[in-house]
């Protein structure tokens, strides 16, 4: 069956280093991979796109690798800041098109001051 | 929130009654999409929609059905709620003309309980 793995356990980590949170996945063969961030009581926000032919991508202070051989994408927060405290996702294009995305469950981060 | 509305944003209701909930979008996306939101599952597909009047079936549809007779309007209807429909429900949109991208806009969610 298909799969994405997040990890469940929060990560906890000190204001001003990088955040590294890891999404793997089976049984699919993605084009390309997504990650969203979502706050406590408010809808998932688009973050990142990578392609399959991108092995790095960078947004601000947000880098995501994505790693078809391995089947795992990382997704990296430098020089966090309490502000970034919240869940991340990845998503993956489902099979059949229609624009439907399947979900990791997500995982948290939580920077400390 | 990208022109995305949820209504109601709160509701409690008893089991077997009927509850409909509604997605109202200003984007003209051809796509939305209705997800529920559990601990431990986190988001899974209800239905989705992928213009006026085309719907089809996601991951966890059952005891649930939808209607979508305008490009910006998505009904999600429990016909009887049950405890385990107790759950937070997000709309989404998405759009496909002249992007690959896939990336979906999501609403702000609303919570319900089935008591």
């Known amino acids: 069956s298909q799969k994405i793995e997040q990890n469940s356990e929060a990560l906890n980590i000190q204001e001003g280093k990088t955040a590294t949170l890891t999404c793997n996945y089976t049984?699919?063969?993605?084009?390309?991979l997504q990650w969203y961030r979502q706050d406590p009581g408010r809808g998932p926000v688009f973050l990142l796109l990578?392609?399959?032919?991108?092995k790095e991508k960078r947004k601000e202070r947000l880098k995501v690798t994505f790693d078809t051989t391995l089947k795992q994408s990382l997704f990296h927060i430098t020089a966090s800041q309490p502000a970034d405290s919240a869940t991340y996702l990845c998503a993956l294009v489902r099979v059949g098109g229609n624009n439907r995305l399947a979900f990791g469950k997500g995982n948290q981060v939580v920077v400390i001051p | 929130d990208a022109g995305i509305t949820q209504s109601p944003r709160h509701k409690v209701t008893e089991t077997g009654t009927p509850v409909t909930l509604r997605c109202h979008q200003t984007e003209n996306h051809r796509y939305m999409y209705w997800y529920r939101q559990d601990p431990g599952h986190g988001l899974r597909l209800i239905h989705y929609s992928y213009g006026v009047k085309d719907t089809d079936k996601g991951e966890v549809s059952d005891g649930y059905s939808v209607s979508r007779s305008k490009t910006e309007d998505f009904l999600l209807t429990l016909e009887s709620a049950t405890s385990s429909q107790t759950s937070v429900y997000f709309c989404?949109?998405?759009?496909?003309?002249?992007?690959?991208?896939?990336?979906?806009?999501f609403g702000p969610g609303t919570r319900l309980t089935v008591t």
């Open positions: 989404a949109i998405s759009e496909s003309e002249g992007t690959d991208h896939y990336e979906q806009y």
């Open positions: 049984n699919y063969s993605p084009a390309y």
């Open positions: 990578i392609r399959e032919n991108e």
